[in-house]
Every structure is written in C-alpha cells, then in structure tokens.
C-alpha cells in the first residue's frame, strides 16, 4: 500500500533477502542493526522521498556508522527495493494474525481492513514510498500489489469453496477489494483520521455481504 510516522519499535522478522545479495546478516547483532537500517529507510524516505532522501541520512537516523550501510546494502537504490518487500511483509504480518482469528470470510475482510486502517494510521510513510516505487523500481512495485492481491484472490477461492462466498469470485474480486482498501487507507489514515477504522470495516463489510444495488420492482 502506498506518507509521517515511524515504523514500529518492535523488531520485524526479516526475510533473507533483506540484504542485499551476499550480504545478509549472521548474527541475531547483525539482524538488529539491519532492521535498524531499514526503519530509519523509512522514515527518510517516507519525509524526503527517494531522490532528496540519502545514505548518511539513514545511519544518521539509524545511529550506525556509515560502514555498516555498507555491510548489507549495495546502494541506496537496494535499501529502498528491499524496504518496499519488508513494508509490503510487515503489512502481510500484521494483518494474518486478524484473518486467521475471523469466524467467516466477510468477517475476516473486515479484520483484515481494520487491521490494514490501523497500519497504514502509525505508517503513513507506506504510502509515499510505496508510490515512488513505481518509478524507482517498477518490479518492487508490481510485485507488491501482484503480490498482496494474489493472497486475497486465494483466501476468497478458499472461502467460496466452503460456501461462505459467490462461487465466481475471481481475480477481479480481489484486486477490487485491494484497491477499495488501499485508498480506504489513504482517505481514512494518512489525509484524515476522521472516521474511526471500526466505522469504516463494518460499513465495507456490509457492502461485501449486500452489495450496493437494489432489487429491481
């Protein structure tokens, strides 16, 4: 989702492709200090965005010494691909522990975007980086979204096969559903936050189970 707040200070779990190649940490130190790297990533470019934001503006951010950028990344175009994966997996993160917990398929879009409504209000910066990628690295960017509805497509082919959803919802169902969230979040999280989230997932839960049209006479 394409911004602003920090990342949170809880350490993430970092893919092995956090680094760049060859350059992935070994040690549980090592872990921290890119996880270190990547959150202050994100508030640098989340403030100046990718062309004003810099190397020394990160490990200055970061507390780390200049050398230890260089210990796990290649440039500053391969800390920003690799914080568009790790802000596309904190997002995934996030929100499983609320799909997973949910009585049925309707319902569980509903934690999931409340979940997502909550993220996006203490990560603004998601979606300004987001949104640069697409110019930055167009691949990261793609594969995001590819990526994010690829999963909602799944979970929906999942649910219909259990009779809790229409037997034809399809790939477009689940980019709709992406899409409406992600600027649900944008309004809703980084604009204003003049609605509560709880508001906002029940009011599109509603939509999701009825649809918006009527009966014809």
């Not at 602003?4 to 040690?27: F, I, M, N, V």
């Not at 879009?109 to 167009?138: G, M």
């Amino acid at each position: 989702m394409p911004g602003g707040s920090g990342a949170d200070a809880t350490p993430q779990r970092l893919d092995g492709d956090a680094a760049s190649a060859g350059k992935e940490p070994r040690t549980a130190r090592g872990r921290k200090t890119l996880r270190a790297i990547l959150d202050a990533a994100a508030v640098e470019f989340g403030e100046k965005g990718f062309h004003e934001g810099s190397i020394s503006g990160i490990t200055r951010r970061a507390g780390v010494a200049l050398g230890s950028f260089y210990t796990y990344f290649d440039s500053k175009d391969d800390v920003f691909r690799a914080l568009v994966r790790d802000m596309s997996e904190q997002v995934r993160e996030h929100v499983a522990p609320a799909l997973k917990d949910a009585p049925g398929q309707i319902a569980a879009e509903k934690a999931a975007l409340l979940a997502f409504i909550r993220f996006a209000r203490t990560h603004k910066e998601i979606y300004r980086i987001i949104d640069e990628a697409e110019f930055v690295d167009p691949e990261s960017f793609r594969m995001h979204y590819a990526t994010t509805a690829d999963r909602i497509a799944k979970r929906l082919r999942a649910a219909a096969d259990r009779g809790e959803v229409r037997d034809d919802v399809s790939e477009v169902h689940a980019w709709a559903i992406m899409g409406m969230n992600v600027f649900l979040g944008l309004r809703y999280s980084v604009w204003q936050e003049d609605v509560a989230p709880e508001a906002i997932a029940e009011t599109v839960a509603t939509m999701l189970a009825r649809g918006i049209g009527v009966e014809p006479d």
